[in-house]
């Protein structure tokens, strides 16, 4: 029973396809796949944007949206009304063509990162080899969208904010590439099913999960760090800083084209945080290996919702960061670290089992992270701030 | 030679032809880019997984970037008044056939120097590593010794300069 239910989705998607002829089985399933995911997570998406608000609002002491359904509920189906038949607004001196493919070209980049995310056991749409590169090469993908949305809108607030972006998501893209290859480098595989199936191991009931080593608990806060600048979320939501750039690069965008650019951003998260999920926390593995009759896809939904929690969280609690402290948090702290962190996953992979390892390599990223940590306060002056323009 | 060859190849000479054609320096530039997702996607046909998403990642996702990010800096992206195309596309146009003669002969050259297999050699992204870790390592390091050394030279020029006492 436990078992079925686990493979509820394969089975069902198995017993769909038997209705049609041989020759058409193969392809029907992989069009069955690519619906379930577009239809998933676009819902998640929706029920997210309920929950943010909501949590934002509890956050800042008050209520949040509760007028349309029981609790809110329908809120989003009230907002995808009104963004459908909004007025789609395109300035007349933005350049036409390349200022309506910039939502597609970015919520088709998004979308097609799911495909390589292992959902649940058996759940993957397509089961590559280079998984974790094709994952990436999808992601760079979407800063060019953002380029083209910012230039072809002629405003210098997007051009400015799409400069910005930009510029942030690829010096957070070293980090994020970087702090994945440790997992690489350990379980020696690019693709993600075997990755998660490397950490489905139980010792004692505690699972193998990489974030309960030292290497991996660095390389998953690095790597939280790094996802959290990729998606432009607070605390690093400069290029949308509505108090310098109105909204950034979507500022000329209206009705469906900005509802794309809203669902492209949420869907980043959900595959970002998915993908975090894959590389540290053990994907669609139980987190004690008593709890393993629990179907697979409910602990990766379960991992990415929580994800999810802690980015509205982090959005409720910090402020922004200015654009210098930005660059040199990412090229002077982040980026060193990630590098020793890379040589402790090394020196981990070849010390061999035992404690001395775990010993060796705390010791190591602890004092890095106090030395550099130390370092770089001592170069910072603190002090009444000036304003050279101001003043 | 599958019709998916025939699409792709149209796809990344069409990407080509525009970058050249285009007025618009930022229209060639993001032209280019469909140019190198053909080659991606044709790489990708060939079932070379690794060198297919290598060349999104660099080539869609930094080299682009550089591009676009280089005519916006330098005010390259206004159109100049007495056109973009250049009076010496003669001499441009006898240099890339010649450039495109070589490189077709050694290809076709090559059909003949290297022994035909006929089963597809199955070559997974652990083989590709394993080579360059392996055989590949000099190569490898080296140049990744010159790109660091570009690295530090880039910023030695974009140093903002001390003011020196006089």
């Given at each position: 029973m436990a078992a079925n239910l686990d493979q509820i989705f394969i089975l069902l998607r198995d017993w769909l396809v038997g209705f049609l002829p041989a020759a058409l089985r193969p392809a029907t399933g992989v069009v069955l796949g690519v619906i379930a995911i577009v239809c998933v997570f676009p819902g998640l998406f929706a029920l997210t944007t309920v929950f943010e608000r909501k949590g934002l609002g509890r956050i800042q002491n008050r209520i949040g949206p509760?007028?349309?359904g029981p609790f809110g509920l329908f809120q989003p189906v009230a907002d995808g009304i009104k963004s459908l038949t909004k007025e789609d607004v395109v300035p007349l001196s933005a350049n036409a063509a390349v200022h309506f493919l910039a939502p597609l070209v970015l919520v088709v980049a998004v979308f097609m990162e799911f495909a390589v995310l292992p959902i649940g056991r058996n759940m993957v749409l397509v089961d590559m080899d280079a998984g974790l590169l094709f994952f990436f090469a999808m992601g760079a993908a979407t800063e060019l969208s953002v380029f083209m949305a910012g230039w072809s809108s002629r405003n210098k607030y997007s051009l400015l904010g799409a400069m910005r972006a930009v510029a942030q998501m690829i010096s957070y893209e070293v980090v994020l590439l970087l702090s994945s290859v440790a997992v690489v480098m350990i379980s020696g595989s690019l693709s993600l099913p075997k990755i998660v199936a490397a950490q489905d191991q139980f010792t004692n009931g505690f699972p193998h999960w990489y974030i309960f080593t030292p290497w991996g608990l660095a390389g998953f806060l690095i790597y939280a760090i790094a996802a959290t600048a990729e998606t432009n979320r607070s605390p690093f939501d400069l290029p949308e800083g509505e108090s310098e750039?109105?909204?950034?690069?979507?500022?000329e965008y209206s009705g469906f084209k900005f509802a794309l650019f809203f669902l492209g951003e949420y869907l980043a998260m959900f595959s970002i945080s998915g993908l975090g999920t894959t590389l540290?926390?053990?994907?669609?593995?139980?987190?004690?290996?008593?709890?393993?009759?629990?179907?697979?896809w409910i602990w990766f939904f379960g991992k990415v919702m929580l994800s999810i929690f802690v980015f509205i969280w982090l959005r409720g609690t910090l402020p922004r960061l200015r654009q210098d402290q930005l660059m040199n948090f990412a090229w002077k702290f982040v980026l060193p670290f990630t590098l020793l962190n890379l040589m402790v996953t090394a020196l981990w992979r070849f010390m061999g089992e035992g404690w001395q390892r775990w010993v060796v390599c705390t010791v190591i990223l602890v004092a890095a992270y106090v030395v550099m940590g130390r370092l770089e306060m001592r170069r910072e002056h603190f002090g009444p701030r000036s304003y050279r323009y101001a003043e | 030679m599958s019709p998916i060859f025939y699409l792709l190849a149209a796809l990344t000479l069409a990407g080509g032809l525009a970058t050249v054609l285009l007025k618009h320096l930022v229209h060639a530039a993001l032209a280019v880019t469909i140019a190198f997702a053909g080659l991606a996607l044709l790489f990708l046909q060939l079932d070379a997984q690794f060198a297919g998403f290598a060349q999104i990642l660099v080539y869609i996702g930094a080299v682009a970037i550089l591009i676009v990010f280089a005519i916006l800096l330098t005010h390259g992206a206004d159109l100049p008044k007495e056109g973009?195309?250049?009076?010496?596309w003669l001499v441009g146009l006898i240099i890339a056939a010649g450039v495109f003669a070589v490189l077709g002969w050694a290809v076709l050259a090559s059909v003949s120097a290297v022994p035909q297999q006929n089963t597809m050699p199955a070559v997974t992204v652990h083989d590709i590593g394993n080579a360059l870790v392996g055989r590949y390592v000099l190569p490898l390091e080296i140049v990744a010794l010159l790109l660091t050394a570009a690295t530090i030279g880039a910023v030695i020029v974009a140093m903002h300069e001390k003011e020196r006492p006089r």
């Open positions: 509760n007028r349309v750039l109105v909204a950034g690069y979507h500022t540290f926390l053990g994907g669609w593995s139980a987190p004690f290996s008593f709890l393993t009759w629990v179907p697979s | 973009v195309f250049s009076k010496t």
